[in-house]
């Protein structure tokens, strides 16, 4: 079984930032197998148990700030007994384009306070990622207010189809794999 973790913080005041894409794609995966999020009992996460593209998955959001996802992380995975090598990130990332993806797996957390929780909380990094790029802010503007401000106009008009796309990379990776999912999505 896979736990495919969408980033993101919580209540309708972040649902359209940058730093909600995560929470977004698996909006998208939870539509396409027609599940809904319940609230888990247990761990700080809205969840659904379905299977993507045949494949059985745990979706999740959890319910934390973004510079707190580890600990709601860390219960999902010991919950439905994954371990780290079946579960992928989908995040915001500054250093990528807007709407470009990258698929990897392990790496470091470069300034991203999600995946330091996640890592300080499982005691390593070697997970997949699927990082949707969100682009550097303009200008002196501060990283972290960037990623906390809504898309813009233009970017808005495109996001439905990077969001499309990012769910198409996460259904890949699960079915085919990381390198087949890098030859697809990795531009």
């Known amino acids: 079984m896979w736990l495919v973790v969408g980033l ?20 998208e995966l939870a539509a396409r197998t027609g599940g809904n999020f319940k609230q888990h009992k247990q761990v700080r996460a809205e969840v659904i148990e379905t299977r993507i593209g045949g494949i ?27 371990t780290p090598a079946t579960l992928v990130v989908v ?5 990528i384009d807007f709407g470009t993806l990258r698929a990897k797996f392990g790496g470091g957390d470069n300034g991203h306070n999600g995946l330091k929780s ?4 499982l005691g390593t990094g070697d997970y997949y990622r ?7 802010p ?21 996001l439905p189809f990077a969001v499309d796309r990012t769910a ?16 697809k999505y990795n531009s």
Do not use: W
């Not at 972040?14 to 794609?25: D, E, I, P």
């Not at 198409?168 to 030859?183: H, I």
């Open 8 to 27: 993101g913080n919580p209540g309708p005041s972040y649902a359209k930032t940058r730093h909600n894409v995560g929470h977004l794609v698996a909006d």
């Open 56 to 82: 059985r998955a745990v979706l999740a959001k959890p319910r934390s700030y973004m510079n707190e996802s580890g600990g709601p992380v860390s219960g999902l995975l010991k919950f439905f007994k994954v």
């Open 91 to 95: 995040h915001d990332e500054l250093d």
């Open 118 to 121: 996640i890592r300080k909380s």
């Open 130 to 136: 699927i990082r949707f790029g969100v682009g550097r």
């Open 138 to 158: 303009p200008g002196r503007q501060n990283p972290a207010d960037f990623v906390l401000n809504e898309f813009s106009s233009t970017e808005r008009k495109d």
């Open 168 to 183: 198409d990379a996460v259904e890949s990776l699960l079915a085919d794999g990381l390198e087949v999912t890098q030859g």
